[in-house]
């Protein structure tokens, strides 16, 4: 089906809690899992990213925070290269109906796959935001040309939800010295938030930059 999961939460939890033998066992672990099932890799200037915001922690296991991240990053079937991923920003998001339950994330990308293209508008894809009564947000990519009218974009079979890795959002952290860093997080700002609160604890200010997806093309690259 069209939904979209990732495994980049897990990552959050797994740095903050997991000292190094027990990070050891969940990489041996997730990667029996990625041979049973489809497990979407997290980017390595994902990981990059965590580790050079978590240098500027001042709690006592950052360090191995960073270390287990590495390791993570040394794995094949959990990591992907940055040449195995395209960032996609996001064109435009629009509300669906009058409750703002619904919306549109709208991105512009043409698959390297598709070849020549004459249809009206751009090449892309719309990913359906949804805010249940609970407060969760399930996030799906839709295929049917009825969802793309008036968007500006169509869609092409090309494009599938297994080869979205994740959908992110991106903040600028500035610290108590001034010091500017990027904060990588997903829509579930519960978790994340406070993931940052806590490696973080000296942010005076958190500004919303963008939100875009990392699109897996490994299977679409001439060298490898």
Not at 5 to 28: G, R
Not at 42 to 57: E, G
Not at 115 to 123: A, D, N, S
Request: proline share 3%; with cysteine; hydrophobic share 35%.
């Amino acid at each position: 089906n069209g939904k979209i999961k990732s495994m980049f939460e897990v990552l959050f939890w797994s740095v903050k809690y997991l000292s190094q033998e027990e990070n050891d066992h969940f990489i041996s672990t997730m990667e029996e899992l990625s041979k049973e099932r489809h497990i979407k890799k997290v980017p390595w200037y994902i990981i990059d990213d965590m580790a050079d915001a978590l240098k500027h922690s001042p709690r006592d296991g950052a360090k191995t925070a960073i270390s287990n991240l590495m390791k993570i990053k040394q794995s094949k079937l959990l990591s992907a290269p940055d040449r195995e991923t395209v960032v996609i920003d996001i064109w435009e998001s629009e509300p669906v109906g009058t409750k703002k339950r619904e919306c549109k994330l709208i991105f512009k990308f043409k698959h390297s796959a598709i070849g020549t293209c004459t249809l009206p508008g751009e090449c892309g894809f719309i990913i359906k935001r949804y805010k249940h009564k609970d407060g969760n947000l399930t996030f799906e990519l839709m295929t049917n040309s009825e969802y793309y009218v008036n968007t500006g974009v169509h869609y092409h079979n090309a494009i599938c939800s297994r080869d979205i890795l994740c959908l992110y959002q991106v903040y600028e952290l500035t610290l108590k010295d001034g010091t500017k860093l990027y904060e990588i997080s997903t829509f579930n700002k519960s978790v994340l938030q406070y993931f940052w609160d806590y490696w973080l604890p000296n942010i005076t200010k958190r500004e919303y930059k963008t939100t875009f997806i990392a699109y897996n093309v490994s299977d679409y690259m001439i060298a490898k």
